[in-house]
């Protein structure tokens, strides 16, 4: 694996986070929380942030992250950082860090959408270049119109704390750890 603070201090790998959901229902609107965020922040160059708040936003997205119309990767993101709720059985707002394969080995339900991020991760690395990682908050509520439970909350802000000072150390952590806890 390239170098990745290399990469984010030459700021010549880019990351693309994308904040998925549906602020409609309850802890499920976390990772739109979370990007909007960091939307308002001052984040690297490298770093852009973009919201899908339907599977038709994400499915648009996707089919621009896998090869140019020439077959070349150029211009594509090193990395793919998915921010999601999930279910896992965790203590509610524990955090997981999860590479593609270990989305689709522990995880092949993660997603609340009607493609699995399992299957998005392998079209998107299918062009060589991007690795595509999942850093999924366990929800407590997905009522609708309930909003962000204090747990879940908490969690996102120590996130998006992290997300803003140090995007290259999330990735250095997604690379190489299983599920942790950091509330």
């Given at each position: 694996?390239?170098?990745?603070?290399?990469q984010?201090?030459?700021?010549?790998?880019?990351?693309?986070?994308?904040?998925?959901?549906?602020?409609?229902?309850?802890?499920?609107?976390?990772?739109?929380y979370?990007?909007?965020?960091?939307?308002?922040?001052?984040?690297?160059?490298?770093?852009?942030?973009?919201?899908c708040?339907?599977?038709?936003?994400?499915?648009?997205?996707?089919?621009?992250?896998?090869?140019?119309?020439?077959?070349?990767?150029?211009?594509l993101?090193?990395?793919?950082?998915?921010?999601?709720a999930?279910?896992?059985?965790?203590?509610e707002?524990?955090i997981?860090?999860?590479?593609?394969?270990?989305?689709?080995?522990?995880?092949?339900?993660?997603?609340?959408h009607?493609?699995?991020?399992?299957a998005?991760?392998k079209?998107?690395?299918?062009?060589?270049k991007t690795?595509?990682?999942?850093?999924?908050?366990q929800?407590?509520?997905?009522?609708?119109?309930?909003g962000?439970?204090?747990?879940?909350?908490?969690?996102?802000d120590?996130l998006?704390?992290l997300?803003?000072?140090?995007?290259?150390m999330?990735?250095?952590?997604?690379?190489?750890?299983?599920?942790?806890?950091?509330?």
């Open positions: 694996m390239e170098d990745l603070n290399r984010i201090k030459d700021r010549n790998g880019k990351i693309l986070i994308v904040g998925l959901g549906s602020a409609e229902r309850g802890d499920d609107g976390v990772g739109l979370i990007a909007k965020r960091l939307a308002c922040e001052r984040l690297p160059e490298n770093v852009e942030v973009v919201l708040e339907s599977e038709m936003d994400l499915l648009r997205l996707v089919g621009t992250l896998s090869v140019n119309k020439d077959g070349s990767a150029d211009g993101p090193c990395h793919v950082i998915f921010l999601d999930v279910e896992f059985g965790g203590r707002g524990e997981a860090f999860l590479g593609s394969e270990e989305i689709k080995s522990r995880f092949p339900q993660v997603s609340t009607k493609i699995s991020l399992s998005i991760a079209y998107i690395e299918a062009n060589g690795s595509v990682w999942l850093i999924g908050i929800v407590k509520n997905i009522r609708m119109a309930s962000l439970s204090p747990e879940v909350k908490e969690a996102a120590v998006t704390g997300l803003t000072r140090q995007p290259g999330i990735i250095e952590r997604l690379s190489g750890v299983g599920i942790n806890n950091y509330v």
